[in-house]
């Protein structure tokens, strides 16, 4: 079993950035990918980025050159660093463990 905390979100204005932070519990934190998720009102919760335990990285396009995601092994902790954003961000942000294990969400809003 695996316990993901989100924080980090919050209303912030375009061309703002944010921070998430994604604390895991477990100790296969280092052994499997972790990601983010989002989801806007009235449409499928969609990936936004991908880390691999070797380190492969995935964007979704939309994000790409203004979101980074990261991880820290010794705080069990992913991250994901928000640029340059825009309304159309705005969602509930997810953390994913192995495509299995879910956080419970943290509101992003951006205000034009």
């Known amino acids: 079993q695996v316990r993901l905390v989100e924080s980090g979100g919050g209303l912030v204005q375009a061309g703002g950035s944010l921070r998430l932070s994604c604390v895991a519990s477990?100790?296969?934190?280092?052994?499997?990918?972790m990601g983010w998720y989002r989801q806007a009102p009235g449409k499928q919760r969609e990936l936004v980025a991908r880390?691999?335990?070797?380190?492969?990285?995935n964007y979704a396009n939309s994000v790409k050159g203004r979101f980074t995601i990261s991880r820290e092994g010794a705080k069990n902790t992913v991250y994901l660093q928000m640029s340059s954003l825009k309304p159309e961000d705005t969602a509930v942000y997810y953390c994913?463990?192995?495509?299995?294990?879910w956080g419970q969400g943290t509101q992003v809003t951006v205000s034009s």
């Open positions: 994913n463990c192995n495509t299995v294990w």
């Open positions: 477990g100790s296969i934190f280092g052994l499997v990918p």
């Open positions: 880390i691999a335990t070797g380190g492969n990285i």
